[in-house]
T-cell receptor, first 114, second 112 residues
Framework: AQSVAQPEDQVNVAEGNPLTVKCTYS??????LFWYVQYPNRGLQFLLK??????LVKGSYGFEAEFNKSQTSFHLKKPSALVSDSALYFC????????????FGSGTRLSIRP | NAGVTQTPKFRVLKTGQSMTLLCAQD?????MYWYRQDPGMGLRLIHY???????AKGEVPDGYNVSRLKKQNFLLGLESAAPSQTSVYFC???????????FGDGTRLSIL
């Protein structure tokens, strides 16, 4: 069975500082990993994905994520946070060993203070 | 460029009433999904479709039915609404199972 965990309900960062939003996963086969962002009263928007290849994935709005197979993690990062990055972030995973659907984490609220 | 459009955006129902939520996508995607979002629980898959005329159960299908008569539309029905179905409902579509999903802006449903 596949699962995904976002251990932090909320992350607070000062503007200009680096940010990290954590995600760990569990799958039987190889993982397909995604990050989405949700702004108030809107649907989720795709940020980036890892399917195979380079462990460092670059996405929209200056975000990147590092795939770590040994730690089964896919943490979202940004070198310098902006106030406009404040939103709800979701990690999602799919197991390639079956016809399983994507499972979403419970979400992490990112708050960037000026 | 509309993407995924959900109708209605808000609705209040009484217990026992029925209603249908409509999702339309203009990207010619094969896959469509219905999720519900509740505080602290992320998104949970209700039903999904891998193509016109097909539907399948997701994680929380009880109390809901779906239909995909046309490729661009995916309907979610509540036959007899219950307060536990108060939630925000999101529709999404994707080109393939491993491709990013495109989401609508949600339907906020309250069951009194």
């Amino acid at each position: 069975a596949q699962s995904v965990a976002q251990p932090e309900d909320q992350v607070n960062v000062a503007e200009g500082n680096p940010l990290t939003v954590k995600c760990t996963y569990s799958v039987s086969g190889n993982p397909y990993l995604f990050w989405y962002v949700q702004y108030p009263n809107r649907g989720l928007q795709f940020l980036l994905k890892y399917i195979t290849g380079d462990n460092l994935v670059k996405g929209s709005y200056g975000f990147e994520a590092e795939f770590n197979k040994s730690q089964t993690s896919f943490h979202l990062k940004k070198p310098s946070a902006l106030v406009s990055d404040s939103a709800l972030y979701f990690c999602a995973v799919r197991d390639d060993s079956s016809a399983s659907k994507i499972i979403f984490g419970s979400g992490t609220r990112l708050s960037i203070r000026p | 460029n509309a993407g995924v459009t959900q109708t209605p955006k808000f609705r209040v129902l009484k217990t026992g009433q029925s209603m249908t939520l409509l999702c339309a996508q203009d990207m010619n995607h094969e896959y469509m999904y219905w999720y519900r979002q509740d505080p602290g629980m992320g998104l949970r898959l209700i039903h999904y479709s891998v193509g016109e005329g097909t539907t399948a159960k997701g994680e929380v299908p009880d109390g809901y039915n779906v239909s995909r008569l046309k490729k661009q539309n995916f309907l979610l029905g509540l036959e007899s609404a219950a307060p536990s179905q108060t939630s925000v409902y999101f529709c999404a579509s994707s080109y393939a199972l491993n491709q990013p999903q495109h989401f609508g802006d949600g339907t906020r449903l309250s069951i009194l």
